[in-house]
């Protein structure tokens, strides 16, 4: 049985009070379903917690287009080489919360520790076992991500609607 895994982009809206920016918050989600519409899907997630000064993850099943913060899913790949469990404890097990050091080789990327460094660090790992399969350059990953991001906000008919979930692929 295979998983189909992407990236769930959330708005994260700034303030021109605080002079923050407006961001993607990235969340990795897994399904054993055939299509990102059947919900709950499976979300592995780097948040900060409040009251918290670090980072803590969080494994739980919900609907994702539940929240108006939701934008869409970035299909990156199908596997059959994890089941849902197994994918969500490999993740447990190798990358921890915490700021481990790795950073995005090149020059376009995350800077410092972020929910897209996390995500970012798990693909680079399934990348070398090869168990994700891109005609693209890895270093390209962060702004494709973004850029597929963007068409979602400016919804675009680029977008595959699947049920309440739009799906731009990697």
């Not at 995350?110 to 890895?138: D, K, M, Y």
Request: hydrophobic share 40%; charged share 10%.
């Amino acid at each position: 049985m295979s998983i189909r895994v992407g990236v769930a982009l959330y708005l994260v809206k700034g303030s021109i009070y605080y002079n923050t920016p407006s961001y993607f918050h990235w969340v990795l989600v897994a399904s054993a379903a055939e299509s990102w519409a059947s919900q709950p899907v499976r979300a592995l997630e780097l948040k900060r917690p409040f009251n918290y000064a670090g980072y803590a993850h969080s494994f739980d099943s919900y609907d994702i287009s539940r929240s108006s913060a939701f934008r869409g899913v970035v299909h990156l790949f199908m596997t059959s080489n994890y089941t849902l469990n197994s994918f969500q404890a490999m993740i447990q097990s190798n990358f921890p919360a915490y700021d481990s050091g790795w950073r995005f080789p090149g020059n376009y990327g995350p800077q410092g520790w972020t929910c897209a460094t996390w995500i970012l660090q798990i693909l680079w790992h399934l990348l070398g076992e090869g168990t994700w399969v891109s005609n693209r350059q890895f270093e390209q990953t962060y702004t494709r991500i973004l850029n597929l991001g963007g068409e979602l906000l400016e919804a675009t008919n680029n977008a595959d609607y699947q049920g309440a979930v739009r799906v731009m692929y990697f």
